[in-house]
């Protein structure tokens, strides 16, 4: 059975920092484009990140450039999302995704074909 699964969530203040791996088991992911979303209460999922299989093409969504960083490590079969400058706004239940193809990245929550069980995170202002 595919799963992937996520970890590093947790309580900040605003301005700390966290951590996300996301770590598949049953299969390597490796040559796959890897994404994170997240998902606040009462709003619909939304793109954070993707890498795609080399690490060569990142994406973000526009209020986590400069903040977040995400990457891969395909040895570990590891995705990580690196959050810095955290914000209140950055409270949600992140989410991480793999998708069928790896040479590219996507913000569309609907390319991407396996999904882990979510990681909380909050922010305390």
């Known amino acids: 059975q595919v799963q992937l699964v996520e970890s590093g969530g947790g309580l900040v203040q605003a301005g700390g920092s966290l951590r996300l791996a996301c770590a598949p088991s049953?299969?390597?992911?490796?040559?796959?484009?890897m994404g994170w979303f997240r998902q606040a209460p009462g709003k619909e999922r939304e793109f954070v990140a993707a890498?795609?299989?080399?690490?060569?093409?990142?994406d973000y969504e526009d209020s986590v450039k400069g903040r977040f960083t995400i990457s891969r490590d395909n040895a570990k079969n590891t995705v990580y999302l690196q959050m810095n400058s955290l914000k209140p706004d950055d409270t949600a239940v992140y989410y991480c995704?793999?998708?069928?193809?790896?040479?590219?990245?996507?913000?569309?929550?609907?390319?991407?074909?396996?999904w882990g069980q979510g990681t909380q995170v909050t922010v305390s202002s």
């Open positions: 995704a793999a998708a069928p193809f790896g040479g590219w990245t996507s913000k569309n929550a609907n390319a991407y074909e396996y």
């Open positions: 890498i795609s299989r080399s690490g060569g093409s990142t």
């Open positions: 049953g299969r390597t992911f490796s040559s796959n484009t």
